[in-house]
């Protein structure tokens, strides 16, 4: 079963800080994600990737950067943090091509204060 | 409009119970995949069923892809059973798109 890891686990921030999420899988997945799931609106895709190097914009991804240095690998990146962010985000990996199962992170729960 | 209708939205059962979650998608998709999630827990995979039955002890998944619907029974319900249930579908290379969930309360 593939093994997906997230740091930190809990994360209080700043106003304006910079904040970074990580995502380690080790299943060899091609594809990674990061949603994020609030009260009301369900989890929702904000990046994703389909390899080393790559990134690409899911459905709401304004003040996320996302980046993807090597196949285990995917960040999450708030570079000014607004209270509007404070949610549990959830990444999550995928083999190649769609059709396949996708396994999730135990999350990480951002409070912007 | 909603993509992933999920029903009911909430359930409450006395142990023993069984019990049929619904979920119904509004586009076409490739597959779909059952999750289960405890409070402030992370998810937990069901069923990546595409189509057709699959049966994991006391649940069982049905997907009927053309009809764009899927179910998910529950039988001899368990108050280990209690939390959130989230259907999900897949439309092809991309993420999953997430219905907003049934929550189950089992009491003893």
């Known amino acids: 079963e593939a093994a997906v890891t997230q740091s930190p686990r809990n994360k209080v921030a700043v106003t304006g800080g910079k904040v970074t999420l990580s995502c380690n899988q080790t299943?060899?997945?091609?594809?990674m994600y990061w949603y994020r799931q609030d009260t009301g609106h369900g989890l929702r895709l904000i990046h994703y990737?389909?390899?080393?190097?790559?990134?690409e914009k899911g459905d709401i991804p304004d003040g996320y950067k996302a980046s993807r240095p090597s196949q285990e690998n995917f960040s999450l990146i708030l570079e000014l943090a607004t209270p509007s962010q404070t949610s549990v985000y959830f990444c999550?990996?995928?083999?190649?091509?769609?059709?396949?199962?996708?396994?999730f992170g135990p999350g990480t729960r951002l409070t912007v204060l | 409009g909603q993509q992933v209708q999920q029903s009911p939205a909430s359930l409450v059962l006395q142990e023993g119970e069984n019990a049929e979650l619904q979920c119904n998608f509004s586009t076409s998709l490739n597959s779909m995949q059952w999750f289960y999630q405890r409070p402030g827990g992370s998810l937990v995979s069901l069923f990546y069923n595409p189509s057709g039955t699959k049966q994991s002890g006391r649940l069982t998944s049905t997907t009927v892809i053309k009809e764009r619907r899927s179910s998910l029974h529950i039988s001899s319900s368990q108050t280990t059973d209690s939390g959130t249930y989230l259907c999900?579908?897949?439309?092809?290379?991309?993420?999953?798109?997430f219905g907003t969930g049934t929550t189950v309360s089992v009491s003893p």
């Open positions: 999900a579908m897949e439309q092809g290379g991309r993420a999953l798109i």
């Open positions: 999550a990996s995928g083999d190649v091509g769609g059709y396949a199962e996708q396994f």
């Open positions: 299943n060899n997945h091609n594809n």
């Open positions: 990737s389909y390899g080393a190097g790559s990134t």
